[in-house]
Nanobody
Framework: QVQLVESGGGLVQPGGSLRLSCAASGFTLDYYAIGWFRQAPGKEREGVLCISSRDGSTYYADSVKGRFTISRDNAKKTVSLQMNSLKPEDTAVYYC??????????????WGQGTQVTVSS
């Protein structure tokens, strides 16, 4: 079955960097878009970034433009979220998900369990 597992979260100081990974199994990653989302305490979940099957990136959150990038390695069945210049407001649980489609549009049906990112001095 479709399974997504996030890793790479942790505690980082403001201005620091983290690289999150999303390991996919149970489906052929090559054909599908993967999105990253986050949910901060007391806030609704929001979209961060998505990468389509053709490596096109879609930014869901303007606040991460210029700081976050997304990439995929289909051979390793992973999608990475590189986060630079982190700010305290980036603190959240980060999730990867797939809409089982090739583009970054549509409803996301499959989700990972999330990984905690905390940005604090």
């Amino acid at each position: 079955q479709v399974q997504l597992v996030e890793s790479g979260g942790g505690l980082v100081q403001p201005g620091g960097s983290l690289r999150l990974s999303c390991a996919a199994s149970g489906f052929t990653l090559d054909y599908y878009a993967i999105g990253w989302f986050r949910q901060a305490p007391g806030k609704e979940r929001e979209g961060v970034l998505c990468i389509s099957s053709r490596d096109g990136s879609t930014y869901y959150a303007d606040s991460v433009k210029g700081r976050f990038t997304i990439s995929r390695d289909n051979a390793k069945k992973t999608v990475s979220l590189q986060m630079n210049s982190l700010k305290p407001e980036d603190t959240a649980v980060y999730y990867c998900a797939t809409n089982v489609g090739s583009s970054c549009h549509g409803n996301y049906d499959y989700w990972g369990q999330g990984t905690q990112v905390t940005v604090s001095s």
